[in-house]
């Protein structure tokens, strides 16, 4: 765990709202060692993948059950400290690609998440937080599909423009989303 503290903590902020995230996550892990488990029912370490085509101008996204909306692809960390890993592996679970690291051990957003309590596999989840890391992770678009069915009811390339449409959580979009296109397009440039 201290290889993941290090790199959060190298992390830079882009804006606000990850300075306060950040610093939230920090303080988080330095007093719950049960962290990166689910069974500490506050909050636990989840890692997401911000999916693109090698062209960078397509989005990977699922359209997720809990969440009932188009989204990017990601899970619990269930104690493993390596997001990165788990980002990558809950991409090819998720969507069917092989989806790789475009800077790997590199963070590419961090954000705390508000999760709605809901069942799952018939067992309540309370209401809790996701401390999340996102990688920015890169796949072929004319690779198959695959459509996870525990998770996921559709899996589907947009257009960075669609991929700020098709999402039904204003603030994941608002505030997430849109961040990580920013971010891409200034890669690209």
């Known amino acids: 765990m201290e290889n993941l503290k290090a790199r959060i903590e190298a992390y830079v902020p882009q804006n606000e709202q990850e300075t306060v995230d950040k610093q939230m996550i920090l303080t988080f892990m330095e007093r719950n060692p049960d962290c990166l488990d689910r069974t500490n029912l506050a909050a636990h ?47 090819n679970e998720e ?53 996870n069915q525990d998770e996921n009811n559709g899996v589907r390339w947009f257009t960075t423009e669609e991929a700020l449409t098709r999402p039904t959580e204003p603030w994941m979009v608002d505030r997430i989303y849109r961040k990580l296109i920013r971010r891409v397009q200034a890669l690209s440039d």
């Open 95 to 147: 969507t069917g690609v092989h989806a790789v690291s475009v800077n790997p051990s590199e963070i590419f957003s961090l954000e705390c998440l508000y999760v709605m309590g809901h069942e799952k596999r018939g067992t309540y989840v309370p209401c809790h937080l996701h401390l999340n890391l996102t990688y920015l992770l890169e796949a072929d678009d004319t690779e198959a599909l695959t459509v």
């Open 45 to 91: 370490f989840s890692a997401s993948g911000w999916i693109v085509n090698q062209k960078r101008d397509k989005v990977l996204l699922c359209y997720h059950k809990v969440y009932d909306s188009w989204s990017w692809t990601g899970g619990h960390a269930d104690g493993e400290s390596d997001l990165e890993t788990v980002a990558i592996r809950e991409a």
